[in-house]
């Protein structure tokens, strides 16, 4: 008999429950904005998200005794960047820094089948809505602004991906949690494309109509439940990658 695993709620409750927590007043300016209404974002449960914020700088600076037990010693590394970490993704949910799809399709660099790659994306945010930062879609976005939809970049080495790469790479490692990837790949593969992602952060899109015409790849999130916490640590893992990036070991010859 097959036992299944009990999904708890998570509530804005549930996640400080036992933590000291710091206040909002702590938090970078932009989430002070957020929780106090004065700054425009589309998330649907602000209370959720700002405790989650609370949670990663409480955290990311009280030495985590469970994780430092060895006596490494890198606190003053990991309140700088929990802090910028948190700057730049409260930003990040901002309405003003998500793509507009409409405008993406007119601008599109690549030629042959950049329509493909926003419908896909597309498809992904009619999911997900503000519930993911800008950058999350962005990233999904970045072949259409390439000379072909499939071809690769390594982003930590291409000088044309600078800019971005940080918050794109936190968003691909961020896919170890297995259920967001599922359910993105099968978003891809509506539309003949799968998600590649590799080391030195190349990615790139495969045309799998091509490749495998008779692929099927579909994924959907067992209930709300699951869902929530699919989200949730997928949001925790692409915090810890941004923040962890600068630390980073990285080498050109194995961009694969």
Known sequence: MTMQQTVSVLTARSILEGIDAVAIDQLPTVWQKIASGEAEVGHPDLEFLIALAQLFLTKATDGSPEIFEQGFDCQSLFQKGAWDTLEFF??????????????????????????????????VFEEFKYELPASFYQMLLCPIERD????????????????????????LHAF???????????????????LQHGCGCNSHLTDIQSAAPSSIVQYSFE???????AITAYIWRMWNEYMLFPMSVQSQTLAL
């Open 223 to 229: 209930d709300h439940k699951t869902r929530k916490k």
């Open 90 to 123: 409260g930003a990040d949910y901002l309405l003003s820094a998500y793509p507009n799809f409409e405008l993406a399709k007119t601008t599109a660099v690549a030629t042959d089948g950049a329509e493909r790659v926003v419908a896909f994306v597309v498809d």
């Open 176 to 194: 170890n949690v297995t259920r967001m990837l599922m359910f993105v790949q099968s978003k891809a593969a509506g539309h003949g494309l799968l």
């Open 148 to 171: 072909s939809i499939l071809e690769s970049r390594a982003m930590a080495f291409d000088v044309r991906m600078q800019g971005v790469k940080r918050p794109y790479d936190a968003c």
